[in-house]
């Protein structure tokens, strides 16, 4: 990833893909995009959405009569060659055009306002009866806690549809900031205060989100997902997730994992319940907990594997790719490049891929 | 009362070493010069070469930004590259390039030889100076490690060169800005340098200030001052207040990095959102400290390009100061999201809205200027009406923002980017473009190229709207601000090379710029001294201008006071030009090229420049106060710079056996010495 | 700020539209800017100085010296006066009370300097360092930039004081920088009541 390449060569590469991209987009349309704010899957997005556009419309509007007078004031009143206009007439003001260009923004304005407040509180702060689940904000990576049931996981967020959730959230280093465009606005993650952030997803589904504020080396590999499911899949997820980890076959490639797991420095960092489970007081740097890794379905700040939906070999290569140089992929990362060989790589691949 | 001031001059040559120096050419000149033009040239030319390394930076972002996952950069090269761009655009480009404009102008406006310190004028630009090369110097010293316990690729102890500039954005966000997070003298330099950039602003405002109340002509009361005269004032203001706040803010963020305390430390019980609201206490003010000199250059050059006068003179001058005003009271819009009261949010957002309005008055004078008058457009007026369209555009993104929800969604995003640079290249990077055309005659005695300056305007516009127009969409369709890469997944490859196209084609017009900037103003046709039938005083003077600018000092009788000795006006309010006005602009012009005596002019010295850098020393003294040459190296740039200033006040008020001294003593009293006899005279 | 105080050619553009001269009224202007300065370093201290920063540590509040401030205080604003009887004794031409009152308010400041020396000394012996809370740093900041501005004035004063001495008294250009010094010292010694009451009285 970090592979440098001429600048020119690089741009002589993509600039006709790029090119071509662009035709194509403007020809046939949409392209997925996850992480857009338009595309709104949750009545807290969807309100913001309903404010927002009239007021861009309103703007629009504005836009185009301004623009429109300055054009044609150019237009009109432009000197050309061998038209000679006229002196014009020295007019140094006019006192009720200035009033109704002051008084006028002000209804706009005013007009805007209630609106915005009043949606302002209404999405502020969430309602008393929200299920809560703890966001805690690492460099470059989400934890997420559910004290209802002490779940503990990373990087996906799992809500039940229909259901008003409340993110309470801190942070364990920088600033962070929780955004899941589809479903809701921003709010930061700030160390030694929490803050909340109301989520509500309408339909079971796999909803993108991003860390939006600047928080060091690797702020663009950390992303978050949240997957809304039927109150029904949401039980027997948090049943899963109770459960300790699953003991690989004896004699598999997944146990030989597991050994790797056992005698590396993994366990200086991370927890596999049922296989080490150390008092997490003793852990050097908090790291995600993998007793359900293989059920998240993505790993690494929530960026590996990059597709869209990801197939089996998509996701090995991403984790080969991951446990091989984790620094590359995650400039500054806490996890080290720990000289594992290919077969300890497979090994590991197979151990905690069979950890749902 | 008076005292013999020849008597005064050798009393003081008596007790002090120093001799000042006389170079009026060449390089010493130009280091020991206290005349303002010569020093307003040489924050436009170090403005402008901060500028390309700013360019220069922002290609390379946007070459790694054309496609997604790009490979061009590094993420420690990213992070220094972005934040650099922005610290140099502000602090190193945007508002020295102002300085320049208030330093060669201001004086010229108000009808005054030069401003009413001028060594603290050079001091303040030898300030700026060094502190630029301060940040800049972080090139070669810099590091930059990975946060304490994290890896960089390779298993590197340090990022590479472009890594290791100032890398934790130009809001320098604590605790990521912190010694834990932040290793190394990257945010150093940052914090430091801006520190370095606070202490020339304060100066230059002091001195501006001090200037337009003292030392403006006869008769030009302030309601007659030129509008940009005006906005110099509002800006001065404006860095006079925000300034203290930012040089608390960076104190507490250089202690916390060097001395151990403990202001933003989180896990100690210091307070991270603190720093927002400090920065964003200065940074917002200074949003409007870098907007509003523009805002006053278009105020001059839409009514000279239209022959009329600027319409509603009072209201777009008190919009300024309006929007000045309310300027301190909306910092928090730019922590929506942060977690504080909603309440607060209510506020603030509701303060965000009112500002809306000045500036929209501001816009509709403008338009109210235009219409109806003779338009002629040239370069500058086509830069100056192509700031009005584009800022235009940017202060209704503005509103967007002041909706509190929306903004939830913008923040962070590259909606925001497009706002501000809606804002601050459409508006005022258009702006001081319009202003340089404008003036350019003026400066250099020759015309710009016309037909380069519109291949300049119309890439600059188009390449402007490429780039930062499908920003807006971006941001809101996902893409997150200060990310090194964005997935190809996330759909945005398309949009961004749109944004890559448009920014190599501002880039090419920024060629053209220079192109014809250093053509013409060697072979440029000669121009004449009154180019565009202007209104303001700088225009009865010759051009180039001459050392003291006004031979004779002017009298004001009412605003425009130029364009009223040239026009009258008919029964219907027209224009009329008067039958003689040729000739009387050629005679003034001509009495203010000959004086009939010499005139005193401010003598050049050493020290502003030995202040300077002695302040550089103090800086990496206490960047390197840990290692063994820090405190040597404090020590030696505190000794420079104390001495620097003890031999300034010990400088003799210039010196002793000058030809041409004691015979002026009946002379009209000029520039900045001879104020002296001014004042024993009362 | 040293710049204004010496730099007794420049200045004093020669309308004057506001009747003051203009090392005054820069002087002036730069304190309006000190005076948020100092503002923001206050209100720093406010913010911090009422929070919980759990058990064991220190806080300022709990080792200061009221009768020992209250004096120092005192001597601080005995400096004003003596401040301004420099200035009365040079509009009167007196150039040696000049000199002398010029030396005592640098004493005067001195003594003051001296005793926040000797209040931060004990206060560290006591154990309230920088770096234990940010309580501590946003006091020892504050009156640390306090100390600082003091020492800055002091110097000036010297400057003045050492200069009559040495040429045998102040020439009416130089006269006005013991008025710009002046104003300097009395900004710096409002502050210091400010401070005083704000964080000393006012627990």
């Given amino acids: ?356 | 009362m008076a005292i013999d001031v020849a008597a005064d001059t050798v009393e003081q040559a008596e007790t002090t070493l120093f001799r000042r120096p006389r170079l009026t050419y060449g390089f010493w000149s130009w280091i020991t010069t206290a005349d303002h033009k010569k020093i307003g040239l040489m924050y436009g030319y170090t403005a402008f070469f901060f500028f390309l390394a700013g360019g220069i930076e922002a290609l390379l972002l946007r070459i790694q930004l054309a496609g997604p996952d790009g490979a061009f950069l590094t993420a420690a090269e990213y992070n220094g590259l972005f934040t650099t761009h922005a610290v140099t655009m502000i602090f190193l480009f945007v508002m020295p390039i102002s300085a320049a404009f208030f330093n060669y102008l201001l004086p010229l406006m108000i009808g005054a030889r030069d401003v009413a310190f001028p060594r603290m004028n050079a001091v303040s630009f030898w300030i700026f100076l060094f502190g630029g090369l301060f940040i800049y110097s972080s090139l070669i010293f810099g590091t930059s490690p990975p946060p304490v316990g994290g890896n960089l690729p390779g298993g590197a102890a340090d990022a590479s060169v472009l890594g290791s500039i100032p890398n934790s954005g130009w809001f320098i966000y604590a605790p990521n800005s912190g010694a834990t997070y932040s290793p190394g003298t990257a945010v150093d330099y940052a914090a430091l340098g801006l520190q370095i950039l606070g202490v020339a602003s304060l100066i230059s405002a002091v001195n501006f200030i001090v200037t337009i109340l003292n030392m403006r002509a006869k008769g030009m009361r302030l309601l007659r001052m030129p509008v940009f005269v005006w906005m110099t004032l509002v800006v001065a203001l404006l860095l006079l207040f925000s300034l203290p706040i930012i040089a608390i803010a960076l104190f507490m963020l250089t202690f916390d990095r060097q001395f151990g305390t403990l202001f933003f430390v989180a896990e100690a019980g210091g307070d991270p959102i603190l720093w927002q609201h400090l920065f964003w206490l200065f940074g917002h003010p200074e949003v409007y400290i870098l907007i509003l000199p523009a805002m006053g250059i278009v105020s001059e050059t839409l009514p000279v390009f239209s022959k009329k006068p600027l319409f509603g003179y009072p209201a777009v001058v008190f919009a300024g100061a309006a929007i000045a005003f309310l300027g301190f009271g909306v910092w928090a819009h730019h922590m929506f999201a942060s977690g504080i009261p909603t309440v607060a949010q209510a506020a603030f957002g509701l303060s965000t809205m009112t500002i809306a309005i000045p500036t929209g008055i501001k816009i509709f004078n403008w338009l109210g200027t235009v219409w109806g008058g003779r338009v002629r457009l040239t370069t500058p007026m086509l830069f100056s009406l192509g700031f009005v369209a584009l800022f235009v555009i940017g202060g209704l993104s503005g509103v967007t923002h002041a909706v509190v929800p929306s903004d939830w969604q913008q923040t962070d995003t590259y909606y925001i980017v497009a706002h501000f640079h809606y804002v601050l290249f459409g508006g005022a990077l258009f702006g001081l473009f319009a202003g340089i055309f404008y003036w350019f005659p003026k400066v250099w005695g020759r015309m710009y190229n016309e037909a380069l300056g519109k291949w300049h305007f119309w890439l600059m516009f188009i390449g402007m709207n490429l780039t930062f127009g499908p920003m807006h969409w971006l941001g809101l369709q996902g893409m997150v601000r200060r990310t090194w890469v964005y997935p190809e997944e996330a759909g945005l490859g398309a949009g961004n090379f749109v944004v890559t196209v448009g920014a190599f084609i501002i880039a090419l017009g920024v060629l053209v710029f220079m192109i014809n900037w250093s053509y013409s103003k060697r072979r440029g046709r000669v121009a004449p001294n009154d180019p565009w039938d202007a209104r303001t005083l700088e225009w009865t003077i010759p051009s180039p201008t001459p050392e003291y600018n006004f031979a004779v000092e002017p009298t004001v009788t009412s605003l425009d006071d130029f364009w009223h000795l040239k026009y009258d006006e008919d029964e219907e309010g027209r224009a009329v030009r008067k039958e003689k006005a040729d000739e009387l602009v050629d005679n003034l012009i001509h009495t203010n090229g000959n004086p009939d005596h010499e005139i005193h002019l401010p003598a050049p010295s050493y020290f502003p420049f030995i202040v300077g850098l002695g302040i550089m020393f103090i800086a990496y003294g206490i960047m390197y106060h840990t290692r063994p040459y820090g405190i040597p190296m404090l020590a030696a740039g505190a000794f420079v710079t104390i001495g620097a200033l003890f031999a300034w006040g010990s400088e003799p008020l210039e010196e002793v056996g000058d030809d041409h001294h004691g015979e002026e003593d009946d002379l009209e009293p000029d520039g900045s010495e001879a104020s002296d006899h001014a004042e024993q005279q009362h | 700020m040293a710049d204004i105080a010496h730099g007794h050619e420049e200045g004093g553009g020669h309308h004057q539209l506001t009747g003051i001269d203009s090392r005054k009224l820069g002087m002036w202007v730069f304190l309006s800017s000190e005076f948020l300065f100092f503002g923001a370093l206050i209100n720093n201290y406010l913010l911090f100085k009422g929070r919980d920063f759990g058990p064991g540590t220190l806080y300022p509040v709990e080792l200061y010296d009221i009768p020992f401030t209250s004096i120092s205080s005192f001597v601080l604003l005995m400096s004003s006066l003596t401040m301004v009887l420099a200035h009365s004794a040079l509009a009167r031409g007196d150039q040696d009370q000049t000199k002398t009152w010029l030396f005592a308010t640098a004493l005067l400041g001195t003594i003051f300097v001296s005793g926040q020396f000797f209040e931060f000394g004990e206060f560290i012996l006591h154990g309230l360092k920088l770096n234990i809370n940010p309580a501590a740093s946003a006091f020892y900041m504050l009156t640390g930039f306090h100390g600082l501005h003091v020492v800055l004035g002091i110097l000036m004063l010297l400057v003045l004081a050492f200069k009559s001495m040495r040429t045998g008294g102040l020439s009416e250009a130089e006269g006005l920088n013991v008025e710009l010094v002046g104003l300097y010292w009395h900004f710096v010694d409002i502050i210091w009541i400010v401070i005083f009451v704000l964080v000393y009285l006012i627990q």
């Fill in chain 1, 1 to 356: 990833m970090e592979r440098r390449e001429r600048p020119v060569l690089w741009l002589s590469r993509r600039l006709p893909i790029a090119l071509l991209a662009a035709i194509l987009l403007g020809s046939c349309g949409r392209v997925e995009q996850p992480l857009n704010s338009f595309d709104s899957r949750g009545p807290i997005a969807e309100r913001i959405n309903e404010l927002f556009w009239p007021v861009f419309w309103g703007a629009a509007v504005i836009f185009v009569l301004v623009q429109g007078a300055l054009l044609v004031a150019v237009f009109l009143f432009r000197e050309r060659k061998g038209k000679e206009r006229p002196e014009p007439k020295q007019t140094p003001g006019n006192t009720r055009l200035e009033l109704i260009w002051t008084v006028v923004p002000t209804i706009i304005l005013a007009a805007i306002a209630v609106p915005t407040i009043s949606t302002l509180f209404e999405l502020a702060e969430c309602p008393g009866d929200a299920m809560e689940v703890e966001v805690i904000g690492h460099q470059w990576w989400f934890e997420f806690r559910y004290p209802d049931s002490g779940v503990v996981t990373a990087n996906v967020m799992v809500i039940p549809e229909d259901t008003e959730v409340c993110a309470k959230m801190t942070s364990d280093d920088v600033l962070h900031n929780f955004w899941i465009p589809k479903l809701a606005g921003k709010r930061y993650l700030v160390p030694g205060q929490e803050t909340e952030q109301r989520l509500y997803a309408d339909d079971p589904g796999d909803y993108w989100g991003h860390c939006a504020e600047f928080c060091g080396l690797s702020h663009a590999r950390m992303r978050a997902r949240v997957v809304a499911m039927t109150s029904t899949d949401f039980d027997a997820w948090t049943a899963n997730q109770l459960l300790p980890a699953v003991t690989p076959a004896p004699g598999s490639e997944a146990e030989r994992g597991m050994e790797v797991f056992l005698g590396g420095t993994c366990i200086g960092c991370h927890i596999i319940d049922g296989a080490n489970n150390p008092d997490p007081e003793t852990l050097t740097v908090p790291a995600p907990d993998l007793t359900h890794f293989a059920s998240r379905g993505v790993f690494a700040g929530a960026t590996l594997p990059a597709q869209l939906d990801p197939t089996q070999a998509d996701w090995e290569a991403g984790l080969r790719l991951w446990l091989a140089d984790p620094p590359t992929w995650k400039p500054g990362s806490f996890m080290p490049e720990l000289g594992l060989t290919a077969d300890e790589i497979d090994a590991l691949v197979a151990y905690l891929s069979s950890l749902e």
